[in-house]
């Protein structure tokens, strides 16, 4: 007899393990992979909370001023009780205004204004710099494949245990200097802290969530297979749990035909005739701008585990991902004069981490006459690609498998260090692959 598949359940021992061992355990670091929209902010918040209650004081390390203002609204809303320090910089807006709002949240620029805290949030940028304080009995170091290794090294006195928790699919920590010559090496800046802390720490423990709430059953499997054949994942829905529909029927064009299918089998791939093309292709971002006032015009409505009536699509439940800052720009410009407004138009980068009802993505390869690893950056496509519940259509020009072909990896090879896997042809080629069973031919 098959084993029935509880997410709930899976999600909920793999929870308790790593809370036990960051509450019992001995270990001075604890690793924690999660897939997209597995519960990573929710587990965060919940290790604050168990850690304060437990009498440990406890700092937090997030990458961005957002990501700690998030943790902080969270962490507020989930014990109003609760003293919460947000150590922020200098600067003249330096935090969320709404955190003003918020009776048991201080907030100051020194790190001494905080102490006694139960919990004292910041960015890895701004803990650097606090000096000549009692260390912190426990850390938890949020989003940690976003962050570079010599930032980890700057903070690592800071706190004696640490729970570090990221996605290990998503884009590589962002470096502005060239980094060739550490390559290899145990101490490369420019590495993940986590690749350098288990480096250095092969023996510490591993966990990761096994359940993706984002992600629809018709895209984990996907994603998981193309981005994390490592450390695979589930949806924590069921085919038929979530639905996208459509109040105005289709017109028959290629954007509402692309759409129909994105809401039918949850992907859909507009494929424009082969060419190379500008990077801010006019007729591609056009297609995109179209796509995305076809989804409003006709009314899209999803229901889900969230809520068994249909609930309106709006606007800001939809995404559109680029490569480029300047083809996010060329798709803003293109909304705009299709009078659509609300929808969020970003890169890759700037996306990690959010998510929506349904993205629009522009391919990194689309109309490209060359494939250079910026392009082929596992992370990129993978963040892309990750950002749903319900439908993903994604834009591209034909002939992206021949450009692969034709551009094989000369990348050199280093010693001593880890090939990433997948690599980045192994995904495109895997994600096309699948996407063209969902192809809808664009036609002016």
């Not at 009498?55 to 990501?67: C, E, W």
């Not at 139960?118 to 940690?144: F, L, R």
């Not at 290629?254 to 494929?271: F, I, Q, T, Y």
């Amino acid at each position: 007899m098959t084993a029935v598949f509880d997410p709930g359940a899976q999600a909920a021992r793999a929870t308790d393990a790593i809370l036990a061992d960051t509450l019992g355990g001995t270990s001075r670091g604890i690793v924690v992979d999660s897939p997209p929209g597995a519960g990573k902010s929710t587990l965060v918040v919940r290790a604050a909370l168990e850690l304060a209650a437990a009498g440990h004081p406890l700092m937090v390390v997030a990458q961005t001023n957002a990501q700690v203002d998030d943790l902080v609204v969270r962490l507020a809303e989930k014990d109003p009780g609760l003293p919460v320090g947000r150590l922020h910089s200098n600067d003249t807006d330096p935090y969320d205004k709404v955190l003003d709002g918020l009776a048991n949240v201080r907030k100051s620029a020194k790190a001494s204004d905080l102490a006694g805290l139960d919990v004292v949030i910041s960015t890895a940028a701004k803990w650097a710099h606090v000096k000549n304080v009692e260390p912190w009995g426990h850390a938890i170091v949020d989003e940690a494949y976003q962050m570079r290794s010599d930032a980890l090294l700057a903070v690592a006195g800071l706190f004696e245990r640490a729970l570090f928790v990221g996605d290990p699919g998503q884009l590589d920590p962002f470096s502005i200097v060239g980094a060739d010559q550490w390559a290899g090496l145990s101490y490369d800046p420019s590495a993940s802290a986590v690749s350098t802390l288990l480096a250095h720490n092969p023996r510490l423990p591993q966990h990761r969530l096994p359940v993706s709430w984002r992600l629809p059953a018709s895209a984990a499997p996907l994603v998981s297979d193309a981005f994390y054949p490592y450390t695979p994942f589930r949806s924590g829905t069921d085919h038929g749990d979530r639905r996208l529909a459509f109040g105005v029927a289709s017109d028959g064009s290629a954007p509402d035909r692309v759409l129909d299918e994105a809401a039918e089998s949850g992907w859909g791939l507009l494929e424009l005739p082969a060419r190379h093309t500008p990077r801010t292709d006019p007729e591609a971002v056009r297609a995109v701008a179209l796509v995305v006032r076809r989804l409003l015009d006709r009314g899209g409505a999803a229901t889900s585990e969230r809520s068994p009536d249909p609930v309106p699509v709006t606007a800001d439940r939809i995404a559109v991902g680029t490569a480029h800052r300047d083809q996010a720009a060329a798709v803003r410009a293109a909304l705009a004069e299709l009078g659509v407004t609300g929808v969020a138009v970003d890169t890759a980068n700037r996306l990690q981490g959010r998510e929506f009802d349904v993205t629009v993505v522009l391919h990194p390869l689309s109309g490209r006459p060359d494939a250079t690893a910026f392009h082929l950056e596992t992370g990129r496509l993978c963040v892309l690609a990750s950002r749903h519940r319900h439908a993903c259509v994604v834009v591209c020009r034909a002939g992206v498998t021949e450009l692969l072909d034709e551009h094989p990896s000369t990348e050199p090879v280093q010693l001593g260090v880890t090939v990433k896997f997948p690599d980045g042809w192994e995904a495109m080629f895997a994600t096309l692959d699948h996407w063209q069973q969902h192809k809808v031919s664009w036609r002016p």
